[in-house]
């Protein structure tokens, strides 16, 4: 129970610090940030991919097929902004 309660406590303060860091951010560093938040949802596809490829079918397999499902929708969609973003930004000649 403890470790669930230090979990929780950690998942709650990585929420106001990540909110706080990302409120920050001015526009200038957008896309920068992108960049690294869809090399973190990278990773967390494998550690998705290896949830759900675990033996048994408990529900750490589902959620680890949900993970699989949202990480790669964040990816994908972090890429099309970002391209997008850098679009904006080419000369038009």
Do not use: Q, Y
């Not at 033996?55 to 790669?72: E, Q, R, S």
Request: proline share 3%; aromatic share 8%.
């Amino acid at each position: 129970m403890d470790v669930m309660i230090a979990s929780i406590t950690i998942f709650v303060l990585a929420i106001f610090v990540g909110f706080e860091i990302i409120t920050k951010v001015p526009p200038t560093l957008h896309t920068p940030l992108m960049s690294g938040s869809n090399a973190i949802s990278g990773i967390t596809i494998v550690g998705a991919l290896i949830s759900a490829g675990a033996g048994g079918m408990g529900l750490a397999k589902i959620l680890g097929f949900l993970a699989v499902i949202f990480a790669t929708i964040n990816v994908v969609g972090g890429f099309l902004v970002t391209h997008r973003m850098l679009e904006m930004f080419k000369r038009k000649d």
